[in-house]
């Protein structure tokens, strides 16, 4: 089975800092990788996602997350926040297509002014 | 990608009563998924639903309290039944295309009272 650990519940940052979220992983066999952001009372969205090929994925408002295999990471990072990046972040594997995402607790990201 | 329409968006429900949430998807799917979210919580995966089979229950859920119809490749019904304010939560339908990503509803918020 797979499992995912978001090592952070709650990051502050001040708006323009640089920020990372981290998330290990735990799998027996290849997973794929993803991003998902949840804004406040809204649905979740995807961020980014890796699949394979080259290990830095990025997404196309600043974020960028880096595969690790070797670590099992696949953490999350901004050079310079925005206060409309608070938003809640979930870090999910699944295992093939047509199978369900499993997610990490999620990290709660608040940008202050 | 997928469009995933989800009925209602939000409730406020008296204990002991039933729940019963629509997703219907765009295109046909082959597998939809049910999740809950607590508040404040991940999302944790309640079932998976094939057409023309039953749901397959993930620990802790059961089809007596979470009963599951999947009549045709693009739509799917949960209800919620017996609520206890315990089912208070966000419900969200989801599926998987491909390997690329899964896609979400915008969610069910249930109030239990």
């Known amino acids: 089975a797979q499992s995912v650990t978001q090592l952070d519940s709650q990051v502050p940052v001040f708006e323009e800092a640089p920020v990372e979220l981290r998330c290990n992983y735990s799998s027996s066999v290849s997973v794929y990788l993803f991003w998902y952001v949840q804004y406040p009372n809204q649905g979740l969205q995807l961020l980014l996602k890796y699949l394979s090929g080259s290990t830095l994925v990025k997404s196309i408002n600043g974020f960028e997350a880096e595969f690790n295999k070797s670590q099992t990471s696949f953490h999350l990072r901004k050079p310079s926040v925005h206060i409309s990046d608070t938003a809640e972040y979930f870090c999910a594997v699944r295992k093939s297509g047509n199978t369900p995402l499993v997610f990490g607790k999620g990290t709660r990201l608040s940008v202050i002014a | 990608s997928a469009v995933i329409s989800q009925k209602p968006s939000r409730d406020i429900c008296q204990r002991g009563t039933s729940l019963t949430i629509q997703c219907q998807v765009d295109s046909q799917v082959t597998m939809m998924f049910w999740y809950r979210q607590q508040p404040g919580q991940s999302l944790t995966l309640i079932a998976t639903?094939?057409?023309?089979?039953?749901?397959?229950?993930e620990s802790g859920f059961v089809i007596d309290k979470f009963p599951i119809s999947r009549p045709n490749l693009t739509f799917s019904t949960l209800t919620v039944s017996n609520m206890s304010p315990e089912d208070s939560s966000i419900y969200l339908c989801?599926?998987?295309?491909?390997?690329?990503?899964?896609?979400f509803g915008q969610g069910t918020r249930l109030t239990v009272v």
């Open positions: 639903a094939n057409q023309g089979s039953e749901a397959t229950y």
């Open positions: 989801s599926v998987a295309q491909g390997v690329t990503e899964a896609f």
